[in-house]
């Protein structure tokens, strides 16, 4: 239900006086729309009340501007004013100190925060000992010759490696007939045409076939040795 027009009349009063801006009744509609006042309530009200005298209003062309009347305010004189801003800088010092002081308070809460308790301390202490204590135990194993890994296991890794290798020589040599052929009435020169073409050979990436292979052929012998 709308309020009363004598109601309506104290609300447009109470923020006209609140906002003591220049505002055209389009403003303080817009302002009032949680009391479901409708715009033409609101006109008539402020020309009621600029009509008692309640508040002021200047007319330009079809625009009406209504205004809180000054006189009902108290207006500091310059030395007031002076008084004021010299207060409002002692407490813009004042907030200033204060945020200072909440943001130290936050940071040593951030820092605490970040800290392990004495239970979690604990809890890190005996996780380290469990895992030195196990590679202890791995360390006595391999110095006393005790093999960690299956035989089956590292069959299997030896299978899988020499594949690898055979793979990597098999097209390495597939590469290097397919280039011979392409190059072969080439006359460009063979190094800037493999950098136009982005190839890279295997010594170009610091990698050798041949070291790898070695490696392979080494771990079966020293596996035949034991």
Do not use: C
Request: hydrophobic share 35%; net charge neutral.
């Amino acid at each position: 239900m709308a309020p009363k027009s004598d109601n309506t009349e104290a609300i447009v009063l109470n923020y006209v006086n609140e906002q003591n801006r220049p505002l055209n009744s389009q403003n303080v509609a817009d302002s009032l729309q949680k009391y479901n006042l409708k715009k033409a309530s609101i006109q008539k009200a402020l020309d009621s009340l600029a009509d008692s005298g309640k508040i002021s209003f200047k007319e330009y062309g079809k625009q009406k501007i209504y205004l809180a009347r000054q006189d009902q305010f108290n207006i500091p004189n310059n030395e007031e004013l002076a008084s004021m801003k010299e207060e409002n800088a002692k407490l813009q010092e004042h907030l200033d100190q204060q945020k200072k002081a909440i943001t130290e308070v936050e940071g040593a809460i951030k820092s605490l925060q970040s800290n392990l308790t004495l239970e979690q301390i604990h809890d890190k202490e005996a996780k380290l000992r469990k895992e030195v204590k196990e590679m202890e135990d791995k360390l006595v194993k391999l110095r006393g010759g005790v093999t960690l890994v299956r035989p089956e296991e590292k069959k299997a890794v030896e299978a899988m490696y020499s594949e690898k290798i055979s793979l990597w020589r098999r097209r390495k040599r597939m590469f290097k007939d397919l280039w011979d052929a392409i190059t072969e009435n080439s006359p460009k020169d063979l190094k800037e045409f493999k950098e136009e073409l982005g190839i890279e050979y295997d010594e170009d990436v610091g990698v050798n076939l041949q070291s790898f292979s070695e490696l392979l052929q080494h771990g079966k012998k020293r596996a035949r040795g034991q």
